[in-house]
């Protein structure tokens, strides 16, 4: 692969043209960075970046540093790679990542998951911070994402075959891995570390949802309510990559508790969560 220029310029990308040679550049540019051939990717979402700051012999890059990244917005997100050793794993965590409602497309959104897996990683355990639909939940449950609902029906991958990608028509049946899920079972099981079970139901934002838009969701089988995830997932399945999801309730959705919601509880509630859910995080990396 050619190696990045910096004194090229950089164009950028739309859902409309995407751009190969985009991820190649950014490809290129972490691997000239990088001492470390990463294998397993972590999406840290809001409140759960504390994670990457176990890394060993951390490497870190600012989003906005990098060829064709964006510039993380949303609270709680440093906006930055760190790769290291974490359980003996060579491992690439992001501290944030991008949403549709910070103003990028989908594939925007997803864009590190496809430069990842032009590195050489194959494993993706994204996590996220999320409404509790059902009511089942708490505040502070760790849930294990099974499958998930987007009814906005965009996708990162409208374009790409036009543009000389791959295949656009993927199957996401299985687009969260069983063995791995079983994996996550087991090891909250061992680790004495409630794990909760449920779908994530995809929302855009920035706005919380209204207590209709959540009586309908819980409708249509949705347990957690979120505003990303799902378009990392989907490209994740287009370039083979086995995936795990983790959700921390951090808030229970609106019109179940008669209560205001606030970015700030997202926060809160995350580095309450922050013991357990590093424990469990580092069980999977060990055996994934």
Same mark, same amino acid.
């Given at each position: 692969m050619p190696r990045f220029n910096p004194t090229q310029p950089t164009a950028p990308i739309s859902n409309d043209s995407p751009d190969p040679e985009a991820y190649r550049q950014s490809a290129d540019f972490l691997e000239?960075?990088?001492?470390?051939? @990463?294998?397993?990717?972590?999406?840290?979402?809001?409140?759960?970046?504390?994670?990457?700051?176990?890394?060993?012999?951390?490497?870190?890059?600012?989003?906005?540093?990098? %060829? =064709? $990244?964006?510039?993380?917005? #949303? %609270?709680? =997100?440093?906006?930055?790679?760190?790769? !290291?050793?974490?359980?003996?794993?060579?491992?690439?965590?992001?501290?944030?990542? $991008? =949403?549709?409602?910070?103003? =990028?497309? %989908? +594939?925007?959104?997803? $864009? @590190?998951?496809?430069? #990842?897996?032009?590195? !050489?990683?194959?494993?993706?355990?994204?996590?996220?911070?999320?409404?509790?639909?059902?009511?089942?939940?708490?505040?502070?449950?760790?849930t294990l994402i099974n499958d998930y609902i987007n009814f906005t029906h965009t996708s990162p991958l409208v374009g790409m075959s036009v543009a000389g990608f791959d295949s656009r028509f993927i199957d996401v049946s299985t687009a969260f891995d069983k063995k791995y899920r079983e994996m996550a079972v087991s090891a909250a099981k061992n680790g004495n570390i409630p794990l909760q079970k449920g779908v994530y139901f995809y929302m855009p934002g920035p706005q919380f949802e209204t207590p209709a838009e959540i009586r309908a969701i819980r409708a249509l089988g949705g347990d957690l309510v979120g505003m990303s995830l799902v378009h990392e997932v989907i490209?994740?399945?287009?370039?083979?990559?086995?995936?795990? #999801?983790?959700?921390?309730?951090?808030?229970?959705? #609106?019109?179940? +508790?008669?209560? %205001?919601?606030?970015?700030?509880?997202?926060?809160?509630?995350?580095?309450?969560?922050?013991?357990? $859910?590093?424990?469990?995080?580092?069980?999977?990396?060990?055996?994934?």
């Open positions: 000239s960075r990088l001492s470390v051939k @990463p294998e397993i990717l972590i999406v840290l979402g809001s409140g759960l970046g504390s994670l990457a700051d176990e890394l060993e012999n951390k490497e870190t890059l600012e989003f906005d540093k990098i %060829p =064709h $990244f964006k510039t993380a917005t #949303a %609270p709680g =997100h440093k906006g930055r790679l760190v790769a !290291g050793r974490l359980k003996g794993r060579n491992v690439l965590a992001m501290q944030g990542r $991008f =949403h549709v409602y910070e103003g =990028h497309s %989908p +594939l925007e959104s997803a $864009f @590190p998951i496809r430069v #990842a897996s032009l590195l !050489g990683v194959d494993k993706l355990l994204t996590t996220c911070a999320c409404g509790g639909v059902n009511e089942k939940y708490k505040v502070g449950d760790i490209m994740a399945r287009r370039m083979n990559m086995r995936t795990l #999801a983790l959700g921390l309730v951090t808030n229970m959705a #609106a019109g179940i +508790l008669d209560a %205001p919601l606030t970015e700030e509880e997202v926060l809160v509630e995350g580095k309450k969560a922050a013991v357990r $859910f590093s424990k469990l995080v580092k069980a999977l990396i060990e055996k994934m």
